[in-house]
Nanobody
Framework: QVQLVETGGGLVQTGGSLRLSCAAS????????MAWYRQAPGEQRELVAG???????DYGDSVKGRFTISSDSAKNTIYLQMDSLKPEDTAVYYC??????????WGQGTQVTVSS
């Protein structure tokens, strides 16, 4: 099972930017899926952005054009660049990965708070 550690959360004003990082304990090239999800209080966890083996990238509708997912294989890390942040982006952001055997793993989460 892959271990995931997220960093980079914090407090930012509306319109600001943050970059989240997710470091994996395995080579990310060996993982079938790596993605970012978020969960706001009282809400269900939702997909923010995901990368699938072969290069496919998907974004949640609410973040398209504002957030960018990327990866650095040398560091076994994926990133989530978040620009033009809004108060409704406030949530705990989780990293998720699926290994070659189909087993999924979650990170511990990092809090992002956007003040109005």
């Amino acid at each position: 099972q892959v271990q995931l550690v997220e960093t980079g959360g914090g407090l930012v004003q509306t319109g600001g930017s943050l970059r989240l990082s997710c470091a994996a304990s395995k080579r990310i090239s060996s993982l079938n899926v790596m993605a970012w999800y978020r969960q706001a209080p009282g809400e269900q966890r939702e997909l923010v952005a995901g990368m699938i083996t072969g290069g496919r990238i998907d974004y949640g509708d609410s973040v398209k054009g504002r957030f960018t997912i990327s990866s650095d294989s040398a560091k076994n890390t994926i990133y989530l660049q978040m620009d033009s942040l809004k108060p409704e982006d406030t949530a705990v952001y989780y990293c998720w990965a699926v290994d070659a055997g189909g087993q999924g793993s979650w990170g511990q989460g990092t809090q992002v708070t956007v003040s109005s």
